[in-house]
């Protein structure tokens, strides 16, 4: 059974960075595409950033040259080093791995970002 679970989330006032983790079981995380989501509330879900199944990435335009999506193929694991960040940053964050035609999503992690 494939499972994620998303870690590393926390509190860093505005211009810090967190590192946040999206651990992989039940599957070889390397071979399919991760992407990092997230939601604020009152808001939609939306895209923060993707790697696929080689080192192809894509970020979203508010998050360009402030995030960065990695892998750990031996922890099986994706990571989203995040930097200088802003209160706008503030959500909750999802992973979400896709095998096929099924989608797979961890519990997520809140993010807060204090001015």
């Known amino acids: ?44 879900r939306e895209l923060v950033a993707g790697i696929d199944g080689a080192t192809t990435t894509n970020y979203a335009d508010s998050v360009k040259g402030r995030f960065t999506i990695s892998r750990n193929n031996a922890e099986n694991t994706v990571y989203l080093q995040m930097d200088n960040l802003k209160p706008e940053d503030t959500a909750v964050y999802y992973c ?20």
Request: net charge positive.
């Open 1 to 44: 059974q494939v499972q994620l679970v998303e870690s590393g989330g926390g509190l860093v006032q505005a211009g810090g960075s967190l590192r946040l983790s999206c651990a992989a079981s039940g599957v070889i995380a390397r071979i399919y595409p991760v992407t990092w989501y997230r939601q604020s509330p009152g808001k939609e």
């Open 96 to 115: 979400k791995l896709v095998v096929r035609f099924s989608e797979y999503w961890g519990q997520g992690t809140q993010v807060t970002v204090s001015e």
